[in-house]
């Protein structure tokens, strides 16, 4: 029917984000979401996703994101939209 809208965004979580189970949530969701890609923890504490696939479930994990799991607390979230490059097949957790 359509073709798919293949993107890649850079997502940046910053606030009580590590130790609360958000990179499973993430991973959750995205795979919910059928992307690509990984999420992982920041030295600094924060957690980072880079993600392809069509835009819209992007936009969709973006905002499941923005909610976050129970216990977080979420300060800041940022998205940087990119070229996508096409070299995830699944979705994981780094780190």
Avoid: H
């Amino acid at each position: 029917m359509g073709s798919k809208n293949n993107s890649r965004a850079k997502i940046l979580v910053r606030g009580k984000v590590q130790g609360v189970g958000f990179r499973y949530y993430i991973l959750q969701r995205a795979q919910e979401c059928r992307l690509s890609g990984y999420t992982q923890n920041l030295p600094g504490g924060e957690v980072e996703t880079i993600v392809e696939g069509d835009k819209v479930f992007i936009e969709d994990l973006y905002k499941a994101i923005q909610k976050g799991p129970k216990g977080s607390e979420i300060k800041e979230t940022l998205i940087n939209w990119e070229d996508p490059k096409g070299n995830f097949r699944t979705f994981e957790i780094k780190k």
